[in-house]
Nanobody, 119 residues
Framework: QVQLVESGGGLVQTGGSLRLSCAAS????????MGWFRQAPGKEREFVAA????????SYADSVKGRFTISRDNAKNTVYLQMDSLKPEDTARYYC????????????WGQGTQVTVSS
């Protein structure tokens, strides 16, 4: 069992930055692929970024490439999402999630943190 708690969301102007954090509890954090998804009102949840346990494999959605950076600190059981050059279309609830390396299913999810970008 893994519990995920996100923090760092808020209201920011266009062009601003936010850093989201996700604290994980439970065993084997360092063996999980960690990811961030987001969901805007009236839209489906969409992939944002993911990072492997050793940080050697990182992927981003095209919409955030070059603006967002995912990272992790296995000693602190924490994954981060640095979001720069924010746009109004980045407004959404951001969710932290994880999956086993051998699985394609993101099994554990946090409650999410709201990010609102004003124009």
């Amino acid at each position: 069992q893994v519990q995920l708690v996100e923090s760092g969301g808020g209201l920011v102007q266009t062009g601003g930055s936010l850093r989201l954090s996700c604290a994980a509890s439970g065993r084997s954090f360092s063996s999980y692929v960690m990811g961030w998804f987001r969901q805007a009102p009236g839209k489906e949840r969409e992939f944002v970024a993911a990072i492997s346990w050793s940080s050697d494999r990182i992927s981003y959605a095209d919409s955030v490439k070059g603006r967002f950076t995912i990272s992790r600190d296995n000693a602190k059981n924490t994954v981060y999402l640095q979001m720069d050059s924010l746009k109004p279309e980045d407004t959404a609830r951001y969710y932290c999630t994880c999956r086993a390396t051998s699985s394609y299913e993101y099994k554990y999810w946090g409650q999410g943190t709201q990010v609102t970008v004003s124009s």
